[in-house]
């Protein structure tokens, strides 16, 4: 029997989910699959003018873009947001399918692990685990055979920093999950990747990497180019994943890091 080859051409418009998309690396992330051609449906928790924001700059550059509001922490929402997701995609692109599913959305904590709360870490362990889980079960009806999934992880699963244990621990279990759902995608044609930034000038942590010089020149000082990276560093490469010509890539552990403690 003759395998299927389930190949996008490079011409085709495509629809990304990218979860967290009205800051930090989500909207980098959303504005640069907008640039390499591709529509987009992003997620906000609360900021909602900030999504429309993300919205119109996509709009601007010529591509469809509608921002929904997700709570990922919260799994009973995930139906009703599907069913949302099947309407949106049906009235605005006349489609029954999405291409590309980006779970960007998250939080931090920095806290020593004899501190960590048992409320800290359900927290963390519900949005970066559970959500990741359970959204992209909820969303798979609509995602197309040879679609795209991106989950994001952390530099910190290979190396250790005071304060992160709970949040390390749990992006640890989203890489082992992306490799399981790239083994049970697979016959759909659907590859499953994670990517891994190393530490980013974003609000995350209250944008401590960004706004404190203490945090900014101890990580800098981790990576051989001198700097710690911006949304910039990510978002672009993000959007190339999931292009036609990085259709054979999966199950990969992509670390963009600028060799971060190498």
Do not use: C
Request: no cysteine.
């Amino acid at each position: 029997m003759k395998k299927k080859h389930f190949v996008h051409e490079a011409t085709q418009t495509t629809i990304s989910i990218v979860t967290g998309g009205s800051r930090g690396i989500g909207r980098n992330t959303a504005i640069n699959i907008a640039r390499h051609g591709g529509d987009v449906i992003l997620t906000y928790r609360s900021q909602a003018e900030e999504a429309k924001s993300v919205v119109a700059e996509i709009e601007a550059l010529g591509r469809k873009a509608i921002a929904i509001q997700l709570d990922i922490e919260n799994t009973s929402g995930f139906a009703d947001f599907s069913e949302t997701v099947s309407s949106i995609l049906q009235t605005n692109w006349g489609s029954a399918t999405f291409n590309h599913l980006v779970n960007n959305a998250g939080h931090g904590e920095m806290i020593s692990f004899t501190e960590t709360t048992e409320a800290q870490f359900d927290s963390l362990f519900n949005v970066h685990v559970k959500g990741v889980f359970f959204l992209t079960q909820a969303l798979l009806p609509l995602l197309a055979d040879g679609g795209r999934i991106v989950n994001f992880s952390t530099g910190l699963t290979r190396v250790s920093y005071p304060g992160f244990s709970a949040y390390s621990a749990a992006k640890g279990a989203v890489e082992i999950l992306s490799i399981y759902m790239a083994k049970e995608l697979g016959h759909r044609g659907i590859t499953v990747n994670t990517i891994a930034p190393g530490a980013i000038e974003t609000d995350f942590l209250g944008g401590a990497v960004r706004d404190t010089p203490s945090y900014n020149d101890a990580f800098a000082s981790m990576v051989p180019l001198g700097r710690v990276g911006v949304p910039d560093d990510i978002g672009p490469a993000v959007a190339s994943l999931l292009d036609p010509d990085n259709r054979w890539v999966n199950a990969q552990r992509i670390e963009i890091s600028g060799g971060q403690n190498i």
